[in-house]
């Protein structure tokens, strides 16, 4: 296993040598902690109403099997 000392020179390295300009801003992501993608105000909106709906039990969810199942069955139907 390469020790870190080495794997910041060849990391170092291959950031010099990079051109790609959507490369270096995923790189620049993940190093600054962020995930990659941000929600407008409208969509943070969305997914915290929905948030609440599910605490209060008011909206439907599935289990992993169900959704395997729904998917599967959405398979069969394109293939047709």
């Known amino acids: 296993m390469m020790d870190t000392r080495a794997l910041k020179l060849e990391l170092?390295?291959?950031?010099?040598?990079e051109n790609d300009s959507a490369k270096l801003a995923e790189v620049k992501h993940i190093l600054d902690g962020t995930d990659g993608f941000e929600l407008s105000d409208e969509q943070l909106s969305v997914v915290s109403e929905r948030f609440e709906q599910y605490k209060r039990g008011e909206a439907k969810t599935y289990t992993w099997e169900e959704v395997k199942r729904m998917l599967e069955e959405n398979r069969k139907r394109e293939l047709e």
């Open 12 to 17: 170092f390295e291959k950031l010099a040598a």
